[in-house]
């Protein structure tokens, strides 16, 4: 199953916000990446990833905002546990949403797809 359409069949655009808005909330308080996200806009970083994701996900055709790659300069390295940890909360989230299996492993793979641009410890990192 590939990401086109995963907007519309989890709900639409609001739905994906709302799973957006619920993530971070997550994500905020873990132990492990939370500090990542300390005194920062939750909303604002919903909204950025959001913007994102329509793009990603093939739902829109532009996306405006700041590249991943680049996003987090301003924060501590992001390590292949931090990355990996994430990816455990975000399909904790989506099981718990009623997210079929199927698109819940296309979100990953999307995900996945910006790893190597993200992880600062990633050996084959370009
Ligand atoms: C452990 C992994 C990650 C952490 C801890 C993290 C954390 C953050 C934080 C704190 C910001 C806000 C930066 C700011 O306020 O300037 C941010 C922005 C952003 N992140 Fe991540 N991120 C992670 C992974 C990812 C991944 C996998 C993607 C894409 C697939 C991504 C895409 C973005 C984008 C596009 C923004 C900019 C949003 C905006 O402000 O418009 N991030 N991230």
């Known amino acids: 199953m590939s ?3 995963l907007v519309d069949r ?3 655009p609001e739905r994906l ?3 957006l808005d619920r993530f971070y909330a997550r994500l905020a308080v873990d132990p492990l990446v939370g500090f990542f996200f300390a005194g920062r806009d939750l909303d604002a970083i919903a909204a ?3 913007a994102f994701l329509m ?3 093939g739902a829109v055709e532009r996306y405006h905002g700041k590249n991943p790659a680049s996003a987090h300069h301003d924060l501590a ?3 292949r546990g931090h ?3 994430r990816l455990v909360i975000l399909r904790e989230l989506l099981r ?3 997210v079929e299996a199927a698109d819940i492993d296309a979100w990953i793979k999307v995900e996945e797809s910006f790893r190597r641009r993200i992880v600062a410890d990633e050996p084959s990192r370009t």
């Open 3 to 5: 990401a086109r359409g």
């Open 10 to 12: 989890i709900g639409g």
């Open 17 to 19: 916000r709302t799973i």
């Open 48 to 50: 950025g990833q959001w």
């Open 55 to 57: 793009r990603a996900f």
């Open 77 to 79: 390295p992001i390590l």
């Open 83 to 85: 990355f990996d940890r």
């Open 96 to 98: 718990d949403e009623g």
